[in-house]
């Protein structure tokens, strides 16, 4: 018997068609609630598909050489790990500057998939536009001195990480739910998730509800942004007409339901997860319906923010993991 070894065009070509799963502890009869589980994705999250089509995009556009070219983006996590993971793959070096509030085990994920990383100490998000971001403004010095090897693909105003989302999860959310989605329940962090899956809903059916994800000012949610405290970006302006509405949540509802998902459906979720379920579970909807969340990636990168925030001590996580459904068995997690 020969063995078939997985090549990284196998891992290339498992970005998107991740999961939808049923949330039986919001479903009742014709009122049914999903979660698409986006940590299925090769390096665990929503951002593999931003990650991969602007680096895509750049390739095709002769922006990008091999062994010669730096990928650098500012980030607070999933897109720094999707970058280093795929951009590896593709034969490209990485440096990620990522505020210094992000997870330990994000940062050792990106260190060990073989980035650079530049520390900051800016809040969770970097603050687009406020002049006072200082993961943004490093990550722009460094390219902009050197414009031949540093490429940022700038994933605030990059249309590739909105088609991403209008050519992949926008579709296969259309194919999942067999045209049946009424409402979709997203954060926002570029825009890029919201306004391409929102667009390509909203062509395929004007009544579909698009609905953003509010986090409180100061938050905790990895990937989100606040729009009080922090300016829209441009790749989310551009389409922000689409969002139908906006539900706002505290880091302590979402830390709240980390638990109770796991209890009742087994997923152990991550915060921007548990953000989005406290937001389904809040808003009103009746009758026959059919609620989708982006999950954008699963709990395992949290124990130590878990066991800060008293949402689960470090055993109580361990034991949570070994008993959890549709953990996805990533190669590079
Ligand atoms: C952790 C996380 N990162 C990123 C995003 C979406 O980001 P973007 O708006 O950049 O597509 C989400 C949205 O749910 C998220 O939860």
Not at 73 to 100: C, D, M, Q, R
Not at 206 to 220: E, R, T
Not at 235 to 256: C, I, P, Q, Y
Not at 291 to 307: E, N, P
């Amino acid at each position: 018997m020969s063995i078939k070894a997985v090549t990284d065009t196998d891992i290339l070509n498992r970005v998107g068609n991740t999961p939808l799963v049923r949330l039986e502890s919001l479903s009742k009869n014709e009122l049914e609630y999903y979660a698409k589980l986006e940590g299925h994705n090769p390096f665990g999250s929503v951002k593999d598909r931003a990650a991969y089509w602007m680096i895509k995009d750049a390739e095709e556009k002769g922006i990008l050489k091999k062994g010669k070219s730096i990928i650098i983006e500012p980030t607070s996590g999933n897109t720094g790990i999707a970058l280093t993971g795929i951009a590896s793959l593709l034969g490209y070096k990485v440096e990620i500057v990522i505020p210094e509030k992000a997870s330990s085990e994000t940062k050792e994920i990106i260190k060990s998939l073989g980035a650079q990383i530049h520390e900051t100490s800016d809040d969770l998000c970097p603050k687009v536009g406020s002049g006072t971001d200082q993961s943004i403004a490093l990550a722009t010095s460094i390219a902009s001195n050197r414009p031949d090897t540093y490429y940022s693909p700038n994933q605030y105003a990059n249309e590739a990480n909105f088609k991403g989302h209008y050519f992949g999860t926008g579709p296969e959310l259309w194919r999942q739910t067999e045209g049946k989605i009424t409402h979709f329940f997203t954060g926002v962090g570029t825009g890029g998730t919201i306004t391409g899956i929102g667009s390509f809903l909203k062509e395929k059916n004007s009544n579909i509800k698009i609905i953003g994800c509010q986090p409180q000012k100061d938050h905790l949610i990895q990937g989100w942004r606040n729009f009080e405290e922090s300016a829209k970006p441009d790749l989310f302006l551009k389409r922000e007409k689409l969002v139908d509405d906006w539900v706002s949540v505290t880091n302590a509802e979402a830390f709240g339901v980390v638990k109770e998902v796991f209890e009742k459906d087994r997923l152990l979720i991550s915060p921007s997860s548990a953000a989005v379920y406290a937001c389904m579970k809040k808003y009103p909807v009746e009758g026959k319906a059919c609620v989708v969340g982006i999950f954008a990636d699963d709990g395992r990168k949290f124990k130590s923010i878990y066991a800060q925030q008293n949402v689960m001590t470090e055993s109580e996580f361990d034991e949570a993991l070994d008993n959890a459904k549709h953990m996805s068995a990533l190669a590079y997690l």
